[in-house]
Nanobody, 128 residues
Framework: QVHLVESGGGLVQAGDSLRLSCAVS????????LGWFRQASGKEREFVAA???????YYLDSVKGRCTVSRDNAKNTVYLQMNSLKPEDTAIYYC??????????????????????WGQGTQVTVSS
């Protein structure tokens, strides 16, 4: 079983940046596809970004150009760098692990069902 622990959330102002971290144990990040999702109050959990085993990255259209997903194999950690934050980015951000191999992951990275293990989430609040 993969264990994921997110950190790095907080209260920031619009236009600020945050880097979320997801420490992974039980499996190496280099052998695991990992995704970031978010859930705003009263809304469904939605896909934000993902990185495949091969290092291919995928993004929600509304965060393209503002967010970057990356991983550090030595630290077994995946990151979500978020710049130019907007109030609509306010949500709990979750890290999730998928064991799907490409190309199946490439066709399903945005689906919650593609991920089998989830972290507890970290709150991001962006004030206007």
């Amino acid at each position: 079983q993969v264990h994921l622990v997110e950190s790095g959330g907080g209260l920031v102002q619009a236009g600020d940046s945050l880097r979320l971290s997801c420490a992974v144990s039980g499996r190496t990040v280099s052998s695991t596809a990992l995704g970031w999702f978010r859930q705003a109050s009263g809304k469904e959990r939605e896909f934000v970004a993902a990185i495949s085993r091969a290092g291919n990255t995928y993004y929600l259209d509304s965060v393209k150009g503002r967010c970057t997903v990356s991983r550090d194999n030595a630290k077994n950690t995946v990151y979500l760098q978020m710049n130019s934050l907007k109030p609509e980015d306010t949500a709990i951000y979750y890290c999730a692990a998928s064991f799907r191999m490409s190309p199946l992951f490439a066709s399903s990275y945005g689906q919650r069902a593609a991920y089998g293990d989830w972290g507890q989430g970290t709150q991001v609040t962006v004030s206007s």
